[in-house]
């Protein structure tokens, strides 16, 4: 198995953070809706189009953040080690 063969230093058991990755993901999704909200409500009121990007972009984050939870809620529902059994051969 390709795992007894490696060369480098980090531990077979290393896992990401993910705790972490989903607290920054939801923190940032709510700041995000509610930044495209604000400058949404700021384009329809002063008619400039800087706000109209400023909201796109605020928006794409918040999709973003939203597929990284839908991701993380994914491989949670596979499983701690992302759904692959470990075999002691």
Known sequence: ????NREGTEPVTARSPLRLRRILSSVVLVIAVIAAVVFAVLAM???AQV???E???A????VIAALDLLVLRHRRSRGENGGQQQHDH
């Open 1 to 4: 198995m390709w795992l007894r």
């Open 45 to 47: 009121n002063t008619g």
């Open 51 to 53: 706000w109209l990007w």
């Open 55 to 57: 909201a796109a972009i």
């Open 59 to 62: 928006a794409a984050v918040a």
